[in-house]
């Protein structure tokens, strides 16, 4: 059974800094990617970055380029959002998500990361 448990978040003042944590149980070869979303109060879930298992390309949304850090050690099976100079836009639940070759899906449970300005 894959689980996928998240930690970090919390509340953080604007233009400081934040690392999330989700850590993957379970059988983790036949991961494609990784990523996280986020989620803010009435709005749509939206991708924020993703890495790819094996060779670690990442890719990010315009919004939190050049801000936030994807990476994962494999070695640990754990995945990280590093995100630097926060924005009160950026609040949100933020959830790590893995996608297998075959297409399942799994997600962590979420965590609240709130920006105050």
């Known amino acids: 059974q894959v689980q996928l448990v998240q930690s970090g978040g919390g509340l953080v003042q604007a233009g400081g800094s934040l690392r999330l944590s989700c850590v993957i149980s379970g059988y983790i070869f036949s991961v494609n990617a990784m990523g996280w979303y986020r989620q803010a109060p009435g709005k749509q879930r939206e991708l924020v970055a993703t890495?790819?298992?094996?060779?670690?390309?990442?890719n990010y949304a315009d919004s939190v380029k050049d801000r936030f850090t994807i990476s994962r050690d494999n070695a640990k099976n754990t995945m990280y959002l590093q995100m630097n100079s926060l924005k009160p836009e950026d609040t949100a639940v933020y959830l790590c998500?893995?996608?297998?070759?075959?297409?399942?899906?799994?997600w962590g449970q979420g965590t609240p990361v709130t920006v105050s300005s």
């Open positions: 890495i790819t298992r094996v060779s670690g390309r990442e």
């Open positions: 998500v893995v996608v297998y070759y075959s297409g399942g899906t799994f």
